[in-house]
């Protein structure tokens, strides 16, 4: 199959493809969103000592300020994707989004740390409905070439929302104080989501379910309930262990003993689901009929193992090891999210010329970047700004070369009216990879600076995400290998 017809997807009895004159415009409105969404996920790592410091309670429960949100992210989104494809994305972006505006002011005016839990917990699932709805409108509205150069922005969105999380969350309370300054990080949402919300209802179209050409399981808006609690379920016996280790709790790690018989049932029920002709939550059948779907999960999981940790150690080692403050640190990380700017829209373009090669491309100029770093994060504090920052600045330019193309890749072939739940599944191994790659970096950082210098811990750390780095990039080249 070439390039171009992987692009467009395989002959379906999907409608035939009528391009929305509105296309760029719904897609800048969802990538704000998209944006929002993401950005909360690490915007409130600086902000944790104001909180703790703010409300008097205790680290183990302020963790899951942090925690909480990726949980219930992770656990909803393929839940999400599914309910966009079966009752409509403006809907469920709606829905999502009034959610997240009003979670977000419950955390920014939050009496106590349960409170904040709470909130962010409800926040967290907000977001899961909004996510997998910017995959499954471009599934809906872009085609061919156009479609690579969408998911490139949608690809720009994700590598800048996570690198610079930290960078606004710190310039946010260094301009208000520690004690308003945390609340301002969510409850900017609110203004930001009531114009976005307004845009919403304004251009993004509807995907009815039963137009031309459906069959009767598109027609059939149920969702698959108990398919969800399960999947819910196992996601869970995943994230949480990972979360918990991250805090320094090792116990629940017994949990993950459940992931692998509760995983099996989820397969088996919804090959039931499909065998009695009702919706699946979500057809697992693209991982045998869609080799390219299954490899670039996995291509997907390992990168986001191996990329998110390295902002959480670095972050980490520069306030406790090097002295900085949250907000030197973070302007020291800022090189990646510029360097993620510049390739992400162009990588967006290149992958529909030259398919899965632009992803072994950009995974080798991340590694090289993520070597440099590890090499160089041992010179003195007052040398890091010359020496550690151009080495982000080259992990970033790979970097921005590696989510587009893997989200264009991997989706090519998935019918419109099934993106939004496989995009949500995607989506789902990045948030699995991103728990499993900061437990893994901080556990080694840890263990080697109780040994070792805070320099030599932080390499070793950058040395494990390079390691994992290299297993995505041979999951890569099999991909390539049998013509994805």
Do not use: K
């Amino acid at each position: 199959m070439t390039q171009r017809e992987q692009a467009d997807g395989p002959a379906t009895d999907e409608p035939a493809y009528e391009p929305d004159p509105r296309r760029w415009r719904v897609l800048a409105v969802s990538l704000v969103v998209g944006f929002m969404s993401l950005l909360d996920v690490t915007i409130v790592n600086v902000a944790v000592p104001s909180i703790r410091a703010s409300l008097e309670t205790s680290a183990a429960t302020i963790q899951w300020v942090v925690s909480g949100y990726a949980l219930a992210f992770g656990m909803t989104l393929v839940a999400g994707g599914r309910l966009g494809d079966a009752h409509g994305r403006r809907r469920m972006m709606t829905i999502g989004l009034i959610g997240f505006i009003v979670s977000s002011a419950a955390v920014g005016l939050a009496p106590n740390a349960a409170a904040i839990v709470v909130a962010r917990l409800a926040q967290g699932a907000s977001a899961g409905l909004l996510t997998p709805q910017n995959s499954g409108l471009i599934q809906q509205l872009f085609r061919g070439e156009e479609r690579g150069r969408a998911f490139g922005m949608f690809g720009f969105t994700v590598a800048v929302a996570s690198a610079t999380g930290p960078l606004i969350g710190g310039a946010l309370i260094g301009l208000l104080g520690e004690e308003n300054g945390w609340r301002s990080l969510f409850l900017i949402n609110v203004p930001i989501g009531l114009v976005a919300l307004v845009l919403i209802r304004r251009l993004v179209p509807d995907n009815h379910a039963g137009t031309a050409g459906a069959d009767a399981t598109e027609r059939d808006t149920r969702v698959d309930l108990p398919g969800a609690l399960l999947l819910g379920v196992t996601v869970l016996s995943v994230l949480y262990p990972l979360i918990s280790l991250e805090a320094g709790a090792g116990l629940p790690l017994l949990l993950l003993l459940a992931f692998p018989p509760l995983a099996w049932a989820f397969v088996r029920w919804e090959v039931r689901t499909v065998r009695l002709e009702r919706p699946p939550l979500l057809d697992v059948s693209l991982l045998r009929g869609l080799p390219g779907y299954a490899n670039g999960l996995l291509v997907g999981t390992l990168y986001f193992t191996g990329f998110t940790g390295i902002f959480l150690v670095l972050s980490v080692h520069l306030q406790d090891g090097e002295g900085f403050s949250p907000l030197q640190a973070a302007l020291l990380m800022t090189p990646f999210a510029v360097g993620a700017a510049t390739t992400s829209p162009l990588a967006g373009r290149l992958v529909g010329r030259i398919g899965r090669r632009v992803t072994l491309l950009a995974l080798s100029v991340m590694m090289t970047g993520t070597a440099l770093a590890a090499w160089l994060v041992t010179s003195p504090s007052d040398s890091l700004w010359w020496t550690l920052a151009p080495a982000m600045f080259l992990a970033g330019v790979g970097g921005g070369g590696v989510i587009s193309p893997n989200f264009t890749l991997t989706l090519a072939e998935v019918p419109p009216r099934m993106g939004g739940a496989a995009g949500g599944a995607l989506q789902t191994g990045q948030r699995i990879g991103s728990a499993l790659g900061a437990a893994l970096l901080m556990t080694v950082y840890q263990a080697v600076s109780s040994v070792a210098s805070a320099p030599v811990a932080a390499r070793s750390a950058l040395l494990a995400a390079l390691a994992v780095l290299a297993v995505a990039l041979a999951a890569a080249v099999r991909s390539w290998r049998l013509g994805d």
